[in-house]
């Protein structure tokens, strides 16, 4: 008698096969409120179980990684590497954008007017209090009056700092911190056990998101801005495969391999437009990849507030993109200023919910473009947002393995040992 083995798809084809389904539910139910409330929820309870892992995993591994590292001027030396290669690809990102959007010119062929427009009064609040906030208010924000209120309220640059400090102490302190360091690499074990579990329920949350998007926003509301979404998408695959290709290139690294590991997890970002659904798996995925445990557990998560490659490419191309359809013509002077603004706005409003959206907001009127432009844009960017967080997340990954290769910590051997288990 023969056994058959049933045959299991992977996590990626998983949640693609959620991607479909929540697209179908999407058109199905528009408008339909008691749909859009249940999915609604359904995507919201899977992103509060992501948020759940996040933070026990970024300490846990981050103390853990630090501690390892031991020496303050080694981590200072990583620390400016990490923060200078983030500015350079953010820059090189915006103006990527800045020159597609002027060869291809997609606002020139809109009639503003014409398009729907979407309530964008959450994002004004956010951005309101985000202007009274300097560069002073963003430095002292990281550092953290009471470590547990940071925890609670999910603010990730404090969590970091302190547990930066808190690794170098334990490190500090010799073999008595062994126990801590011994508790945490406990505590990050059974984390990543529990994202194991959550990651089943990923293709169910997967399809409630897009669902959810797809209901509230209509096809309809696609059709005369698929132009704008077409070119933002085409230049950020642009960026992944040749500018990132590049710079994988010069440190002797293909970004193919680097893809072809991740893939799951662009799939998930993708369909989720949430980094954090992801930074769990991408801590573990770039520590067997090669990476050491103290360069990923350091770069991924600030990565995830600083590294935003995909948003400034949305942003300098969105800009732009108004500023045309307005038919309002800038100068080169006037782009450069506006590349030097979202260089600076960017990091200013790392960690802010809607940060990409809030970024444009607090952008746009130092070009002209009223601020009444974005409600035009607003509806589609659940949409742009999916591209630009997976680009986000490769942009990361990216990150920590040009680090670990400039620092002599990324383990050759050990990466083809792995990247063999996807050639299989």
């Known amino acids: 008698m023969k056994h058959y083995k049933w045959y299991r798809l992977s996590l990626g084809w998983q949640i693609m096969l959620g991607l479909v389904m929540g697209i179908i539910l999407g058109v199905v139910f528009y408008g339909n409120q008691i749909a859009i409330t249940t999915m609604q929820n359904i995507g919201t309870m899977f992103i509060s179980l992501i948020q759940m892992i996040v933070l026990p995993i970024v300490v846990s591994c981050l103390t853990v990684g630090i501690a390892s590292i031991g020496d303050i001027k080694k981590l200072g030396r990583v620390g400016l590497k990490t923060l200078i290669y983030f500015e350079l690809m953010t820059t090189i990102a915006i103006a990527v954008g800045m020159v597609v959007a002027n060869v291809l010119h997609p606002g020139t062929m809109i009639n503003i007017h014409s398009l729907h427009s979407s309530d964008i009064s959450q994002y004004m609040a956010t951005a309101k209090a985000a202007k009274h906030s300097g560069i002073w208010e963003t430095l002292m924000g990281i550092i953290p009056t009471n470590i547990f209120a940071s925890l609670s309220k999910g603010d990730m640059m404090p969590v970091i700092f302190f547990s930066v400090f808190f690794g170098l102490g334990t490190a500090a302190i010799g073999e008595k911190g062994k126990v801590i360091i011994d508790f945490l690499q406990a505590v990050s074990e059974v984390m990543f056990k529990v994202t194991n579990w959550v990651m089943h329920v990923a293709p169910i949350g997967v399809c409630a998101l897009i669902g959810v998007a797809l209901a509230e926003m209509g096809i309809s509301a696609l059709i005369p801005l698929g132009y704008f979404v077409i070119i933002t998408y085409a230049t950020m695959i642009f960026f992944i495969i040749v ?108 960690g802010v919910p809607g940060a990409s959206f809030v970024v444009l907001l607090a952008t746009i009127s130092t070009i002209g473009v009223p601020v009444t432009g974005l409600t035009f844009i607003a509806g589609i960017d659940r949409l742009v947002d999916m591209g630009r967080t997976a680009v986000n997340v490769v942009g990361n990954s990216l990150a920590t393995v040009i680090i670990g290769k400039s620092e002599h910590e990324f383990d050759q051997k050990k990466s083809d040992e792995y990247l063999a288990t996807y050639n299989k």
């Open 243 to 350: 500018v990132m290709g590049l710079v994988a290139r010069l440190f002797k690294f293909n970004i193919f391999h680097l893809l072809k590991v991740i893939k799951d997890e662009i799939v998930l970002a993708f369909s989720t437009a949430s980094s954090e659904a992801v930074l769990p798996r991408m801590i573990d995925k770039m520590d067997k990849f090669g990476v050491s445990q103290g360069i990923v557990s350091f770069v991924i998560p600030t990565g995830y507030t600083f590294n935003l490659d995909g948003s400034a490419i949305y942003q300098s191309i969105a800009a732009l993109f108004l500023a045309q359809a307005y038919h309002i013509h800038l100068s080169l002077g006037q782009q450069i200023t506006l590349l030097v603004v979202l260089m600076i706005t960017s990091k200013g409003m790392a």
